[in-house]
């Protein structure tokens, strides 16, 4: 039987850049309802955009590091908060496949499975008959009112008799939604907060987080795949950041439809572009866009790379992973920033898109993983030959 093949980067480039007029036509309902609108949903699911990281033997597209990043990228220059739910839905997918692989036969069963989850291990476990009882609640989880299954770490006793972290999946039937999601940035994401009472966690689905910070996974089927040999955070960094670049890019666009026939209100200046200072400001934030750029895609190439060839990380290059994560975040904000001051008064209504992409960039910023000053101060730390005070490295 001849086996369909796999579209190509520039073609999943294409299709999300062709969502563009479905996204954009909701961003305001996605503002206010504070989640994704189903049209946007079933936009996004039938393009494929829930696929990127699926494993291929379940009929995903397991793209490579530098797709996603341009992929979600294009999404964001719609949507941030589209591109950040599948941007999440990357990283929790791929994450369910280091499970062994019965559990991922039963999560990737459902061809519309969808994914969201988190890496806080605000939940406890003990145990049960069959495997553990589970109890807690997870916050920031975009995507909840979508998903199949969350992607769940929580404490649970180690065999020594202390306590160590978990990874697990629990289908979203068996979790309660608490909406507490109502922020300035990000409205769109739906990033509720999940409890658990009393679930009952089944044995195989548990795997030990130190296992998993450590690159021994549970799958055999994926094991030999490259993008399934790649380090945990160094690739959750990088199907993360290019929500940023991407809303960078946005921010760009937003200002350059507006600024024909703008003036720049009292002044001599009929025309906002003939102002140097105007000559200055673009030139800057575009520059910063483009150097936000250079830092995702080496970020995903190094991934891609070391996934390809197999070659062990050092832990200069994982921390590099977040440095560069952080300083993509950074420069985005930074430059989302000077293109929102430039563009006047007129431009703070909700109906003009600059001013929710500060908003969203923001957020993404505030993120505790994708803060700038944490992760600079974690590259700094190894550079000077200390070792990292986290495990999320």
């Keep these: 039987m001849a086996i369909a093949q796999a579209p190509t980067r520039a073609e999943l480039v294409r299709a999300a850049a062709s969502l563009k007029p479905q996204l954009t036509q909701h961003a305001a309902w996605h503002e206010q309802n504070r989640r994704l609108h189903e049209d946007t949903v079933r936009a996004l699911s039938e ?3 829930f696929r990127l990281r699926l494993p291929a033997r ?3 597209l397991e793209a490579d590091a530098r797709t996603v990043v341009e992929v979600v990228a294009e999404i964001a220059r719609a949507d941030g908060s589209a591109a950040w739910v599948a941007a999440v839905n990357a990283i929790t997918t791929w994450m369910a496949g280091l499970l062994p692989d019965e559990v991922q036969d039963e999560v990737f069963a459902d061809p519309d499975a969808r994914l969201c989850g988190t890496l806080s291990p605000t939940g406890m476990c003990e145990p049960a008959d069959g495997g553990l009882l589970l109890n807690g609640r997870w916050g920031f989880i975009s995507g909840a009112h979508h998903a199949t299954w969350q992607v ?3 404490m649970a006793p180690a065999p020594d008799g202390s306590l160590w972290p978990i990874m697990t999946v629990v289908p979203m039937s068996e979790l309660s939604i608490v909406d507490d999601w109502d922020t300035t940035g990000l409205r769109g994401t739906g990033s509720v907060s999940t409890v658990a009472e009393n679930v009952l966690v089944p044995q195989e689905r548990v795997l030990p987080l130190p296992l ?4 021994r996974y549970a799958s ?3 094991a030999s795949s490259p993008v399934f040999r790649a ?3 160094p690739t959750a ?9 991407g809303l960078a890019a946005a921010a760009r666009d937003a200002f350059f439809e507006r600024l024909p026939g703008r003036k720049i209100t009292y002044t001599g200046y ?6 140097p200072v105007t000559h200055l400001r673009v030139a800057e934030a575009v520059m910063m866009i483009d150097e936000a750029a250079f830092h995702a895609h080496r970020l995903a190439d190094m991934v891609d790379a070391k996934g390809a060839d197999g070659s062990p990380w050092s832990m200069e290059e994982r921390a590099r992973a977040r440095a560069d994560m952080g300083r993509a975040c950074r420069l985005a904000e930074e430059a989302a920033g000077v293109l929102n001051a430039a563009s006047g008064g007129s431009s703070i209504y909700n109906d003009v898109p600059i001013q929710r992409i500060a908003r969203d960039l923001h957020a993404i910023n505030m993120h505790a993983l994708m803060h700038p000053d944490t992760n600079d101060e974690l590259y700094g730390r190894v550079l000077c030959g200390m070792e990292p005070d986290t495990l999320y490295i």
Excluded at 237 to 245: E, P, T, Y
Aim: hydrophobic share 45%.
């Design 47 to 49: 393009a494929g955009m």
């Design 58 to 60: 379940h009929g995903g």
């Design 152 to 154: 769940i770490v929580a």
């Design 212 to 215: 998993v910070l450590t690159e």
């Design 220 to 222: 055999k089927s994926n």
């Design 231 to 233: 380090p945990l955070l």
């Design 237 to 245: 960094s990088a199907l993360s950041v290019g929500a940023a670049v």
């Design 270 to 275: 009929e025309r906002q572009q003939e102002a």
